[in-house]
């Protein structure tokens, strides 16, 4: 599919196009055509995550003069969080662009959502190396105003990390959060196809783990196994 189309539906043409190319280029893809899964997204996605924060951060804060902090940091979590990307990204159709391997592509990849987002943040990043703050912040607005909208009216489904932080601070009285932290346990598998192990801890144990496609995923499972886990004892 034409890359053109691609630039046409985040709004910003490319100088370099290589840039957007390897953006959608999965690491499964990448070692299965071009000898290496170094040669995928992965980069450009770390450096989207970063760059992405920034930017929601920046429209929130001009958004909503008025609000306080907290009103700020939640919003922009719900936004960034990879459930809400992977969403946003599969309307748009971003995931028809994705370059993947014979394998992730019958196994589904194409509709997972973590991929979708993992693909969402490559693209920022590119957009940031090909244009600077101002190219990646007009994808970040052309892309995720919808979910901004949603956020606000209330009608944004919450991820399994959000809601598990959530869940406990209201056990605690709204006097911040148990100590939540995650931690990855284990990798295996190739570069291109590993599986992550991940644990959540909260009060000084361990609540919950979950495995995944990236570390992200693992997280998620991992809040969904503690938030169960709590929610059975209530």
Sequence with gaps: MSLNKLEQIIGYEFQNKDLLQRAVTHSSYANEKLGSPNEGNERLEFLGDAVLGTCVGLQLYNRYQDKEEGFLTKMRASIVCERSLGTAGRKLGINEFLLLSRGEESGGGRERISIIADCMEAIIGAAYLDGGFQAANTVVRNCLTETAELCEEGRLPKDAKTTLQEFLSRRTGG???????????????????????????????????GSGKSKKEAEQ??????LASFQSKR
């Design 221 to 226: 499972q991992a809040a969904a196994a503690a």
């Design 175 to 209: 006097e911040g959060t148990p100590g939540i932290h995650y931690e990855i346990l284990s990798e295996s598998g190739p570069d291109h196809a590993k599986i992550f192990t991940a644990a959540v801890y909260a009060y000084g144990e361990q609540a919950g783990q």
